[in-house]
C-alpha cells in the first residue's frame, strides 16, 4: 500500500476518534474506540517494522476496549426482575436499567422500626433510606412539616449534600424500609459515576414529589424544602 493510501487510514482512525469523544453513550463510545485504534494499529503493521511499537500499543487500547464493551454488553443484558420488584422499579427507579437496579438493591439492607425515630434533626444520618410500607411524620423544630408513606426516600439530602438534617423522621406505627449506608454510597459513587448519576435523578424525581405534596398538604412555601425528609 502506497504511503498516500496509508495516510488515510490514519485520517479514519482519528477520525472514528473524534466520533468517539461525541458519543454520550460509554458503550458506544468504547465500541468505536475498539475500530479506531484498530485502524491505527492496521496503518502502523503496513508501515513496516519500524512502526511495530504502535501496533502493540494500539492492540493493547483494543483489548481493554474490547473488554469494557463485553462487561458493558453483559450489564445491560436483558435481567428479569424478581414480581416482588418489578412493581417498585417501574414505579421509582425507572430511570436505572434493570440490572442496575437489582446491583443497587443488593447493596441495601432491608429493615423494620415501629414507632420509632428515623432520622434525628441535627445529625449526619448513616445511611440512606428507602420506605416499602408504613408511613412516617417529618418534624422539624417539634412541629410536623408531613407526612408519606411508601415509595419515599428518607435521608436524601444530608447524604447528597454532606450538611446536618433539617428535620426528624417518626414512624407512625410499622415501618419496613431498604437503608443503604452512607460508606456504601461513598463507593458506589466513586467507582460508578454514570450509575450514581441515575440514582441522583431517581432521588430528584422523589424530592420534587415530596415538596408537591407537602404543598397539598398545607405545609407552606417556607416549610416545603424540608419536606424530603432531611434537606440539609
Known amino acids: 500500500m502506497s504511503h498516500q493510501y496509508a495516510l488515510y487510514l490514519v485520517h479514519f482512525g482519528y477520525l472514528l476518534q473524534l466520533f468517539a ?3 454520550r453513550d460509554v458503550l458506544w463510545l468504547r465500541g468505536i474506540l475498539v475500530a479506531a485504534q484498530s485502524v491505527l494499529a492496521a496503518y502502523a503493521w503496513l508501515r513496516g517494522p519500524e512502526f511495530l511499537p504502535y501496533v502493540y500499543w494500539n492492540a493493547l487500547f483494543v483489548l481493554i476496549n474490547l473488554y469494557w464493551v463485553a ?3 453483559r450489564e445491560r443484558a436483558a435481567v428479569k426482575l424478581p414480581e416482588e420488584l418489578r412493581s417498585t422499579w417501574e414505579k421509582h427507579f425507572a430511570a436505572l436499567l434493570p440490572a442496575e437496579f437489582l446491583r443497587l438493591w443488593r447493596e441495601g439492607q432491608r429493615g423494620a422500626v415501629t414507632d420509632a425515630q428515623i ?5 449526619l444520618p ?10 412516617v411524620a417529618v418534624r422539624s423544630r417539634g412541629h410536623e412539616v408531613t407526612h ?3 415509595g419515599h426516600f428518607v435521608a436524601e439530602m444530608s447524604l447528597l449534600t454532606g450538611e446536618r438534617t433539617t428535620a426528624d423522621v417518626h414512624a407512625l406505627g410499622p ?3 431498604m437503608a443503604w449506608p452512607a460508606p456504601t454510597l461513598a463507593r458506589l459513587r466513586t467507582r460508578n459515576p454514570m450509575l450514581w448519576s441515575k440514582i ?3 432521588i430528584g424525581h422523589d424530592l420534587v ?3 408537591r405534596r407537602a404543598g397539598l398538604q398545607g405545609a407552606g412555601g417556607g416549610s416545603a424544602a424540608p419536606a424530603g425528609s432531611s434537606a440539609g
Open 175 to 177: 415501618v419496613e424500609y
Open 71 to 73: 462487561r458493558l454488553l
Open 126 to 135: 448513616g445511611a440512606l433510606y428507602f420506605l416499602l410500607s408504613g408511613e
Open 148 to 150: 408519606f408513606g411508601p
Open 119 to 123: 432520622v434525628r434533626e441535627g445529625t
Open 209 to 211: 414529589e415530596k415538596i
Open 200 to 202: 441522583q435523578s431517581v
Open 21 to 23: 469523544l461525541l458519543a
